[in-house]
């Protein structure tokens, strides 16, 4: 009996009694919903990675030291447009799921001041200045956080001539970026 229990506190202690994989705290479970993607050009309806979040789940995913990758966006951007069918590639893909943020949602907007400037608060780490020498809430943004903290993203600025079809090596570097950001929540 004794060796039993010791093979049981041996194994506990080395395969660990919590949500962490990988190094990464999964312990806030993030609620989310079930949407729709067909607004996006190149994503099918159903066959997708994404959920929807509010915005105030992607706040309590970071004080609680929590990870996800997350997508910041909404389907009247062009930019957004172009660029999902790639994120939506490279999820498949890796197996990870984006918790997707529309900003413009009818049932979850963020349309008021104290809810924007926390967002700009928060995601201050990774935010562009724009011409005013202020931190810029911009769409797309494709973001991971990793136990609470801003691991890698990509805001996609007009960088690109996106009233033309982006390039092969255009949509690679993208897809790779995105997999990129991706990377920590493979199994």
Same mark, same amino acid.
């Given at each position: 009996m004794k060796k039993f229990l010791s093979l049981l506190v041996v194994l506990l202690i080395l395969c660990g009694c919590s949500n962490? %994989?990988? +190094?990464?705290?999964?312990?806030? *479970?993030? *609620?989310?919903?079930?949407?729709?993607?067909?607004?996006?050009?190149? =994503?099918?309806?159903?066959?997708?990675?994404?959920?929807r979040i509010t915005v105030d789940q992607l706040f309590n995913c970071i004080d609680n030291k929590s990870s996800g990758a997350f997508?910041?966006?909404? $389907?009247?951007? +062009?930019?957004? @447009?172009?660029?999902?069918?790639?994120?939506? %590639? #490279?999820?498949? *893909?890796?197996? =990870?799921?984006?918790?997707?943020? &529309? =900003?413009?949602?009818? &049932?979850? /907007?963020?349309?008021? %001041? &104290?809810?924007?400037e926390k967002l700009r608060e928060y995601m201050s780490p990774i935010l562009a200045m724009?011409?005013? +020498?202020?931190? $810029?809430l911009q769409t797309p943004t494709v973001f991971s956080v990793v136990n609470g903290e801003f691991k890698d993203s990509i805001i996609c600025l007009a960088n690109y #001539?996106?009233?033309? /079809? /982006?390039?092969? #090596? @255009?949509?690679?570097?993208?897809?790779? %970026?995105?997999k990129q950001i991706l990377s920590p929540f493979v199994d």
């Open positions: 962490h %994989k990988n +190094g990464i705290n999964y312990t806030y *479970e993030i *609620e989310s919903y079930d949407v729709d993607m067909s607004c996006y050009d190149g =994503v099918n309806s159903t066959n997708h990675m994404f959920r997508y910041l966006g909404r $389907e009247n951007c +062009g930019c957004c @447009q172009t660029c999902l069918q790639y994120l939506d %590639k #490279a999820s498949r *893909e890796l197996g =990870v799921t984006i918790y997707y943020i &529309d =900003v413009y949602d009818k &049932d979850m /907007p963020i349309t008021d %001041k &104290d809810t924007v724009n011409d005013e +020498g202020q931190k $810029e #001539a996106w009233d033309t /079809p /982006p390039t092969t #090596a @255009q949509e690679d570097k993208l897809i790779n %970026k995105y």
